[in-house]
Nanobody
Framework: VQLQTSGGGLVQPGGSLRLSCKAT????????MAWYRQSPGKQRELVAN???????NYADSVKGRFIISRDNARRLVHLQMNSLSPEDTAVYYC????????WGQGTLVTVSS
């Protein structure tokens, strides 16, 4: 299983970014997917997850601002991040469980003016 993450970068407060994660080596349509993030000095935390059937769940800190979605045909999971604040600055990781836990390589999101 490989998870290839893309889409991070520098954005101003109030801006938007979309992260993408392409999964290979697994039956993507059968697997739940998730996004985690880790800020300096903090533990890695769940941001959002989406079940194989499309049911979503969000951390309270991102509800109403972030949207997780999946494209089974293209084996992609996206995280649309809106109204970003400096507190959202972190390395974001794609995650799945397929026999064991797998992590993408992480992509840095920096929210700063």
């Amino acid at each position: 299983v490989q998870l290839q993450t893309s889409g991070g970068g520098l954005v101003q407060p109030g801006g938007s970014l979309r992260l993408s994660c392409k999964a290979t080596g697994m039956v993507f349509s059968r697997s739940a997917m998730a996004w985690y993030r880790q800020s300096p000095g903090k533990q890695r935390e769940l941001v959002a997850n989406i079940s194989s059937s499309g049911t979503t769940n969000y951390a309270d800190s991102v509800k109403g601002r972030f949207i997780i979605s999946r494209d089974n045909a293209r084996r992609l999971v996206h995280l649309q991040m809106n109204s970003l604040s400096p507190e959202d600055t972190a390395v974001y990781y794609c995650n799945t469980f397929w026999g064991r836990i797998y992590w993408g390589q992480g992509t840095l999101v920096t929210v700063s003016s």
